[in-house]
């Protein structure tokens, strides 16, 4: 029969039960299981070096193209700062391996710190930041799941809406460009590299998932294997059960023809064939049997009395 997944035989005996059975269904669901969440697990991660590596390479690149083209230097040191801060985090992913915790970290420190501040000391509508806020959208659907993605991409609007409409009355805090010319090639340098981004970042993705539905397939057909195995096993031990019930029960047959034998044989041995009355010998027996037993009691109330 099948219990929780397990298959069970039951063969009864004269001491109880003789239970045989066999984990079918129940570890393959488990083993599968266990596969889906390291696969998703790897894909996570997958994307989340993919998001460092390109995080870096803004940060700096955009620092470096910020120097090159004469800026302010408080622009240059925060994209500085944020690619040295990601290196930092990523160091850490990788000795930890805490992708909750990090990716958080992550994703607070890009929308709520970062880039609010590249927006006023880099041009506001004007630059190339508003790029910048479309991938960090990405990022956040990317790297978080369920309720905290909500939260934080709500929060996140609601920044962005709050720099629109501090820049629109306050337009004086937001640091512009030198030149018309610095401003157009920050403008098309912030362009290709978001669309560098997006390429890299949807390319992970996709070949991580392709890859890992490859890798899904193969452990599904290799399981089916296994479980054709494991049926063909358990048809053997179905079949060498019957065979178990069935040798007990003659077994059992001819020890009850044994047992009348023997009782025939007895009750042949202590009467008469003829008269059907008990034997000499076997009174015989049983007057031996009351002597010595009398005896017995006689010394037992000698010893008493002495």
């Known amino acids: 029969m099948l219990n929780n997944g397990d298959i069970i035989f039951n063969m009864p005996d004269e001491k109880g039960n003789i239970e045989i059975s066999i984990k079918c269904h129940h570890w393959l669901a488990i083993g599968g299981l266990q596969m889906e969440n390291e696969q998703s697990t790897y894909l996570k991660y997958r994307v989340f070096n993919a998001v460092f590596l390109v995080g870096i390479f803004m940060s700096f690149s955009c620092s470096l193209m910020n120097h090159l083209l004469g800026m302010e230097t408080v622009v240059s040191s925060v994209s500085l700062a944020c690619g040295i801060v990601t290196v930092g985090l990523f160091i850490t992913f990788k000795i930890s391996g805490n992708y909750e915790l990090l990716s958080l970290i992550v994703v607070i420190f890009l929308s709520f710190v970062f880039f609010p501040t590249m927006w006023l000391i880099n041009g506001g509508t004007h630059g190339s930041i508003p790029y910048y806020i479309i991938i960090n959208a ?33 337009p004086d805090l937001v640091i ?40 899904s397939r193969q452990y599904l057909t290799t399981l089916k ?7 063909a096993k ?35 041995s202590i009467t008469d064939y003829l008269t059907g009355t008990f034997n000499k010998w076997f009174i015989t027996s049983c007057l031996k049997e009351e002597i010595e037993a009398s005896r017995e009691k006689q010394k037992k109330a000698n010893r008493s009395l002495d």
């Open 176 to 215: 512009v460009y030198n030149s018309g010319l610095i401003r157009y090639i920050d403008f098309a340098f912030g362009i290709f590299i978001c669309l560098f981004t997006v390429v890299i970042l949807i390319a992970v993705l996709i070949d991580g998932y392709a890859e890992e539905l490859k890798k």
């Open 225 to 231: 294997k296994q479980n054709k195995e494991i049926e």
């Open 234 to 268: 358990n048809k053997l031990l179905k079949k060498n059960n019957a065979e178990l019930i069935k040798a007990k029960e003659e077994a059992e047959k001819l020890n009850r023809l044994l047992y009348e034998e023997k009782q025939k044989l007895q009750m042949l």
């Open 138 to 170: 990405g990022i956040i659907a990317l790297l978080l799941t369920g309720l905290k993605r909500w939260i934080i991409f709500s929060i996140f609007a609601l920044v962005i809406g709050v720099l629109m409409a501090i820049e629109y009355q306050r």
